[in-house]
């Protein structure tokens, strides 16, 4: 196990409805990172947050709305989904010692919009 | 933008042979990280190599950096059925954020 622990594992929603995405990391990090993947293309950085401040947005669309309550929790509230928007989501976090950024990963949330 | 590059996107090797991998990018680098992947979970962080760094070992793992062409490579040697995965580079831009920046990976698959 990496430390980070995502829920759910699977999700199926339709467009119209609500869900969250949890992350959860126990390794004392004040960085935490939702990253998108999608088949045949790189890791899409969505959001980073340093200290509980969101740091990055990579121009995602609205209907991502990400919550970090504190440096231990990440949510990723969605509503309105596309289909295209089915992938595997993935949560990280890191120390943010600079120069030294290496990433520890959950197992990640595989979204499906139908 | 995209930043690193992995060559070949898919490789096919039989168990004890080596395998070698490698990634290309465009800007100037403070590290260069490996990460591999199981199908279907998470990023598991392999080895981080700077900018000041040529070369360096982790067990079977040997990575090597070339500034001046902008590349690495990673090399697996003696590779077991069990380093079927997909293999990741990500770069931290100098002077940047210092959020590693993935490619789109090289899928290895080892034949037992």
């Known amino acids: 196990e990496t430390g980070v622990t995502q829920t759910p594992r699977h999700l199926v929603m339709g467009m119209t409805n609500k869900k969250s995405l949890k992350c959860e990391q126990h390794?004392?990090?004040?960085?935490m990172y939702w990253y998108k993947q999608s088949a045949k293309k790189p890791l899409e950085l969505m959001f980073v947050y340093n200290f509980k401040e969101q740091t990055e947005n990579n121009s995602v669309p609205s209907r991502f709305s990400p919550e970090c309550p504190n440096s231990s929790h990440l949510f990723l509230h969605l509503h309105t989904l596309q289909p295209e928007d089915s992938a595997l989501y993935l949560c990280?976090?890191?120390?943010?010692?600079?120069?030294?950024?290496?990433?520890?990963f959950g197992s990640g949330t595989q979204l499906s919009v139908l | 933008s995209q930043q690193g590059e992995e060559d070949p996107q898919a490789l096919s090797i039989q168990e004890g042979e080596n395998a070698t991998m490698n990634c290309s990018y465009k800007t100037s680098i403070n590290n260069l990280q490996w990460y591999r992947q199981n199908s279907g979970r998470g990023l598991v962080h392999l080895i981080l190599?700077?900018?000041?760094?040529r070369e360096k070992h982790s067990g079977r793992l040997r990575v090597t950096l070339d500034t001046s062409k902008k590349s690495s490579s990673l090399l697996i040697t003696a590779s077991r059925a069990a380093d079927t995965a997909s293999y990741f580079c990500a770069t931290v831009i100098s002077g940047g954020s210092y959020i590693p920046t993935f490619g789109r990976g090289t899928s290895l698959i080892v034949h037992p």
């Open positions: 390794l004392g990090h004040n960085a």
């Open positions: 990280a976090s890191s120390p943010r010692d600079l120069g030294d950024e290496k990433l520890f």
């Open positions: 190599i700077r900018s000041n760094e």
